[in-house]
């Protein structure tokens, strides 16, 4: 294995951040394993494209299996795949309820599909120089009330991507958060002014990746980052009016 190419996986990688980001190393020559549930149809040949729904554990398993397949070691994981739904769970405010099939599929996808893969994967990791990359959000500091779910996954990847630095320490694999501030994908259609590219935010993690940086916060997540180790009350107020 260790005199095999070198692989770069990705997950979310259709569209947004995770599109940019399998387009940027597809294009400095580095192989690309681009996992989504409906693959991109570009047409770029110059990325792997692998079909799996993440939500569901079984396709996370399988999705595994493929990459062990390969007998590549892997140079990067990139756990960027994310949903976001709102939910209200007071029955009475006449927004969207709290809905239990949703509320499963963002846990799987956002949570637990990020753990599973770094399980499945860490032990094909080279070393040194391998990296994980865990993709939060501002709210994993604060929530944001009208997406309750989707700020209490963030809130869990945040944490578990600290307990891996401290797993890691001396492994020669390093551990990255990636804050993103507002991006212009899916996601933010209709939200916020002054966003980031997708491409912006995916060249911020490649050259946080090559720094060996601990966390990558380009723009405004490093300024409200550094906000909210002054004066974390008032991040929590602007965050839960967004």
Do not use: C, W
Request: overall charge positive; cysteine-free; aromatic content about 4%.
């Amino acid at each position: 294995m260790q005199d095999a190419k070198p692989l770069i996986v990705i997950t979310g990688a259709s569209r947004g951040i995770g599109a940019a980001l399998a387009q940027i190393y597809a294009e400095t020559g580095r192989d690309v394993l681009a996992i989504a549930r409906q693959p991109a149809s570009d047409g770029d040949e110059r990325i792997r494209r692998f079909a799996a729904d993440l939500t569901r554990p079984e396709e996370v398993a399988r999705s595994i299996a493929h990459i062990r397949s390969l007998g590549r070691p892997v140079d990067l994981l990139i756990n960027n795949a994310g949903v976001q739904y709102a939910m209200d769970f007071t029955g009475n405010s006449g927004k969207e309820p709290a809905n239990a099939d949703l509320i499963a599929a963002e846990i799987a996808l956002n949570l637990t599909a990020p753990l599973l893969l770094v399980q499945g994967l860490a032990p094909l990791m080279a070393r040194p120089g391998g990296t994980i990359v865990n993709v939060t959000s501002l709210v994993s500091r604060h929530p944001k009330p009208s997406a309750p779910v989707y700020s209490a996954t963030k809130a869990g990847l945040y944490s578990f991507t600290e307990s891996l630095r401290a797993q890691f320490a001396g492994s020669g694999i390093n551990i990255i958060e990636a804050v993103p501030p507002l991006v212009d994908t899916d996601m933010t259609l209709g939200r916020g002014r002054n966003k980031l590219s997708a491409r912006q935010m995916a060249q911020a993690i490649r050259d946080g990746v090559k720094r060996g940086d601990r966390v990558v916060a380009p723009g405004l997540s490093r300024r409200v980052l550094f906000l909210n180790r002054l004066v974390p009350s008032v991040v929590a107020r602007i965050l839960a009016r967004n």
